[in-house]
């Protein structure tokens, strides 16, 4: 073994620790290798506090721990704790009635403030987005998922997950866009309004 | 996963650079998880109960109101001393020392012996592990709470230390007014 696989092993060699021995501080390595990751994933689909991503974070390290000795290495160990992470927050966003990826539906849109400087972020406005439009975006744009990999993911068509995407950019665009700024759009909207969906 | 080509002419896109790819989870997440993998029988403590630290510095933000108060009455106590003490003296020999020493000498002494007690918690605090500094923190905050009763009997009218013994009192015995037998004046 050479010093650079001693000081630093690989997700498969750290599993197979964790798996064969309870090795402790294999899981640690691997939790402090993945979770800032998985944080920054769960948080944009849920949406929400971090106390909420923390509990999905706690739940899919758990079920991973669990499920690791079949887990058969196809797909590297950042998609599959993805996964398991996406399920969990779909679980939670479904209980709370926000799991929605109907296309028809009205959905309000946060506008942009008149002040420039009181923008949305680029965080804020990803927050803002619909739940739908919301996961397909990070999915795609963040994590390099290709639609069908999305649709298979979220029980989805590929088409539904193609129109999300679109409609993701396009409202992410008007959020982020200054009013009276080049754009057609941005500036003319003062109070909610509704997506076009 | 995603090729370029399946991105099609009609998706507007949408610069994203700008999001940060992690996020840093609270400090508390790491040992709620390894709690439970414990009781569930998947992990195993490490040998001497030793975990790798970690590399993120502390923030005072996120430190407990007693270790804010203790680490504030240690320095303190340790005073201008820090960085006087060039580590010639070894516990014993100190405690030797200050026993021999007379009144005139015994000012330096607390200069000293306060400078290695900083330095001994400065050497802790770089220790992230919890079961390895738990002890040590217990036997920091017993040490500093006998060390402000001895300041307060030295001078019972300074209100900056009878605060300090305020708080250290109800930390450790779980009572603000247990307070050193002479008169303590608040103000």
Same mark, same amino acid.
């Given at each position: 073994?050479?010093?650079?696989?001693?000081?630093?092993?690989?997700?498969?060699?750290?599993?197979?620790?964790?798996?064969?021995?309870?090795?402790?501080?294999?899981?640690?390595?691997?939790?402090?290798?993945?979770?800032?990751?998985?944080?920054?994933?769960?948080?944009?689909?849920?949406?929400?506090?971090?106390?909420?991503?923390?509990?999905?974070?706690?739940?899919?390290?758990?079920?991973?721990?669990?499920?690791?000795?079949?887990?058969?290495?196809?797909?590297?160990?950042?998609?599959?704790?993805?996964?398991?992470?996406?399920?969990?927050?779909?679980?939670?966003?479904?209980?709370?009635?926000?799991?929605?990826?109907?296309?028809?539906?009205?959905?309000?849109?946060?506008?942009?403030?008149?002040?420039?400087?009181?923008?949305?972020?680029?965080?804020?406005?990803?927050?803002?987005?619909?739940?739908?439009?919301?996961?397909?975006?990070?999915?795609?744009?963040?994590?390099?998922?290709?639609?069908?990999?999305?649709?298979?993911?979220?029980?989805?068509?590929?088409?539904?997950?193609?129109?999300?995407?679109?409609?993701?950019?396009?409202?992410?665009?008007?959020?982020?866009?200054?009013?009276?700024?080049?754009?057609?759009?941005?500036?003319?909207?003062?109070?909610?309004?509704?997506?076009?969906? | 996963?995603?090729?370029?080509?399946?991105?099609?002419?009609?998706?507007?896109?949408?610069?994203? @650079?700008?999001?940060?790819?992690?996020?840093?989870?609270?400090?508390?997440?790491?040992?709620?998880?390894?709690?439970?993998?414990?009781?569930?029988?998947?992990?195993?403590?490490?040998?001497?109960?030793?975990?790798?630290?970690?590399?993120?510095?502390?923030?005072?933000?996120?430190?407990?109101?007693?270790?804010?108060?203790?680490?504030?009455?240690?320095?303190?106590?340790?005073?201008?001393?820090?960085?006087?003490?060039?580590?010639?003296?070894?516990?014993?020999?100190?405690?030797?020392?200050?026993?021999?020493?007379?009144?005139?000498?015994?000012?330096?002494?607390?200069?000293?012996? &306060?400078?290695?007690?900083?330095?001994?918690?400065?050497?802790?605090?770089?220790?992230?592990?919890?079961?390895?500094? &738990?002890?040590?923190?217990?036997?920091?905050?017993?040490?500093?709470?006998?060390?402000?009763?001895?300041?307060?009997?030295?001078?019972?009218?300074?209100?900056?230390?009878?605060?300090?013994?305020?708080?250290?009192?109800?930390?450790?015995?779980?009572?603000? @007014?247990?307070?050193?037998?002479?008169?303590?004046?608040?103000?």
């Amino acid at each position: 073994m050479t010093r650079r696989e001693q000081a630093d092993p690989t997700d498969r060699e750290l599993a197979t620790r964790v798996t064969e021995e309870g090795d402790e501080i294999a899981f640690r390595t691997l939790y402090r290798r993945h979770t800032p990751g998985l944080m920054a994933f769960v948080s944009r689909v849920l949406g929400s506090a971090d106390a909420e991503a923390e509990d999905v974070i706690q739940d899919t390290w758990i079920r991973a721990v669990g499920a690791l000795e079949r887990f058969r290495w196809e797909a590297t160990l950042r998609t599959w704790l993805m996964g398991i992470a996406l399920n969990r927050s779909r679980e939670i966003l479904r209980r709370a009635g926000k799991w929605v990826f109907d296309e028809s539906a009205a959905l309000t849109i946060p506008v942009p403030p008149h002040d420039p400087v009181d923008r949305l972020d680029l965080e804020g406005a990803l927050r803002a987005l619909p739940v739908g439009y919301r996961t397909v975006l990070v999915l795609h744009d963040l994590e390099g998922f290709t639609h069908p990999e999305i649709g298979e993911r979220l029980g989805i068509a590929v088409g539904t997950s193609r129109s999300q995407l679109f409609h993701a950019r396009r409202t992410m665009r008007r959020m982020l866009e200054a009013p009276g700024g080049d754009t057609e759009e941005g500036s003319q909207h003062a109070r909610p309004r509704r997506a076009d969906v | 996963m995603r090729d370029q080509e399946e991105q099609t002419s009609d998706e507007p896109s949408v610069d994203l @650079s700008g999001l940060p790819a992690e996020v840093v989870p609270g400090d508390l997440l790491e040992e709620r998880i390894v709690r439970v993998l414990r009781a569930r029988g998947l992990l195993r403590p490490p040998a001497g109960g030793r975990v790798p630290s970690r590399s993120k510095p502390r923030r005072l933000g996120q430190t407990p109101a007693w270790a804010v108060a203790a680490a504030a009455a240690a320095l303190f106590l340790g005073g201008m001393a820090v960085g006087q003490y060039q580590g010639r003296n070894a516990t014993v020999e100190l405690l030797a020392a200050i026993r021999e020493t007379d009144v005139a000498d015994r000012a330096a002494m607390v200069q000293q012996t &306060g400078s290695l007690y900083v330095t001994a918690l400065a050497a802790l605090a770089r220790d992230d592990d919890a079961s390895a500094t &738990g002890p040590g923190a217990e036997a920091a905050l017993s040490a500093l709470l006998a060390a402000t009763r001895e300041l307060a009997r030295l001078d019972p009218e300074d209100g900056r230390i009878a605060r300090v013994l305020g708080i250290l009192n109800e930390q450790v015995n779980g009572t603000a @007014s247990d307070l050193p037998a002479r008169q303590v004046i608040w103000f």
